[in-house]
């Protein structure tokens, strides 16, 4: 059966079914189990699904999704999905609609999808990944799995979580367009107050959270210090190695990762930020950025630790204005 032509839903269907026949190369080392709901942190309010993570990868990252170009139809089926799950998962739209179209700037459409859990106390937390990657070059196509289908697989698997039980504080879910042509999807948002600036309290983005290989990277400490013993004490039980950095510039082995992805724009408007992600490997931007190059255990940790961070950073807000 030809996969490329099967309807988003389809994909989804045979991925559930399939998903750990995807990865020759992903499987976990003989003799260690793959995590599911049991036996996971008791105090992440919530327990990720491996199963339904993958899943969400492997439609996102399908050769039939042709790299999620902006513009293209390809980018409206993953739309598609993005919102099918968000929906399913008693993620509810922010206003009228969860489509918020913008012009790309050399020409071109595009739209982020924007939801909403609320929370009872003021102020929201915005949780953001980008969907879009590069799309097609010369015949190839790039799936782009860790960049950043990773990143959207896992915020619809928080949002499902959080739907189920709300933080204190409303959860705004946003998965950007345009991010790989100069963060164009993160830019119409904040500078349109899609959510207005004074009540976001704190950005999460993740953008490649994947291929951890058990470590995953938390920036944004060095610009808001109130963050850091937070963000320590989730590290402590972790199920991956949390480590903080990639904030500041001149760090020997660590680039700066203050603006490199979607939390720029929030950090360029003073807000707080959290950015999950891990070091470039060899397939960033590559062809072989492929599902198959992901250990779901190592997926699972990450999502896993990420979810904790949400609910310890909840419940640390508001936090206290830097010096």
Known sequence: MNLRYLAPAAVLMIAALAVFALRPSGDPPEGEAVPTATGTDDHAGGAVDVDRLMADLSVLAHDSMQGRAPGTEESEAARRHIIESLQDAGVAPLGEGYE??????????????????????????????HYDHVGVRDGTIYNGADDNASGTAAVLEIGRIVAAEPLAHSLVVVLFDAEEVGLQGARAFVSTETVPLADILLNVNLDMVS?????????????????????????????????????????????????????????????????????????????????????????????????????????????????
Do not use: C, K, M
Request: no cysteine; net charge negative.
């Open 100 to 129: 918020r179209a913008f012009t790309i700037v050399d020409g071109g459409n595009a739209a982020n999808v924007v939801g909403v859990v609320e929370g009872t106390a003021p102020g929201s937390i915005v949780l953001t990944a």
């Open 211 to 323: 291929r951890s290989g058990g470590t995953l990277w938390a920036a944004g400490a060095h610009h808001t210090p109130a963050l850091r013993p937070v963000l320590e004490e989730v590290a402590l039980a972790a199920p991956a190695e949390l480590l903080l950095g990639h904030d500041q510039p001149g760090v020997p082995g660590q680039d700066d990762w203050t603006s490199a992805s979607d939390h720029g724009p929030f950090h360029a408007a003073g807000l707080p930020f959290v950015y999950f992600g891990v070091e470039d490997h060899p397939d960033y931007h590559q062809p072989t950025d492929d599902v198959e190059q992901v250990v779901p255990s190592d997926f699972h940790a990450s999502v896993q630790t990420i979810l904790s961070a949400l609910r310890a950073l909840d419940a640390a807000l508001p936090l206290e204005p830097s010096p």
